[in-house]
């Protein structure tokens, strides 16, 4: 019988030295994991510092990722180390659409869209907030995927990602698109000032990179010959 796949877990190789991370293949991986005395490699697939995705095992078996939770999980692996230096852009783009085929594939994206502190898609280490709640037996002293990969932050990008409807065109105008840059530097200088934690100038940032306004400035800039 299929196994019911409940989480998509992401995990780092840890693969790193003096401060460099290295380009793990999948390959590797299997022959450390055989070494371990296990069949074969623990993670499903692996994902390369330029985005290429390596299969590993079988989704259909079970995989050896997080111990206690390998029936219903899958697992991602990213090649490096998380604790030395983050994903690479590629490898977050090339994680982000692997997680939404999953997603998918296993019929989660409702529940991890209703759900938002569900831990659908988890880094390793929040195996231990799932101990807290009841639904893991064995916590973990890791930090996988590694202390620069952050989980919220790749669980808002999928987010948008799955929610992310085609925009109207907008109403360009000359005199809106310079209020709307000059009230922007406003708020990114008054929030300077006031100090605001990372995560509100991450929510402004993200603002600041929608299309729409994004392309307002630039053409406003364009018109001032900027
Ligand atoms: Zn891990």
Redesign the pocket.
Known sequence: MARKIERIVW??AAHGRDGQAFDTTAAQIDQWHRERGWSEIGYNVVIRFDGTIEQGRDPRKIPA?VAGINETTYHICFSGHGDIVPLTPQQLESGIQHTIEMLQKYKLTDKFLSEPDGLIVMG?REVNELVKRGFAPTPTT?T??GRLVDMNLARLLIRQRLTVTPTPAYAYDSQSARELLQGLQQVYSAAARLKLPEEAMRSLNQFRKQPEVDDAIGRWRQEQGD
Do not use: I
Request: proline letters at 14%; hydrophobic letters at 0%; glycine letters at 14%.
């Open positions: 995990h780092t990722g390793h890791k996988c995927p």
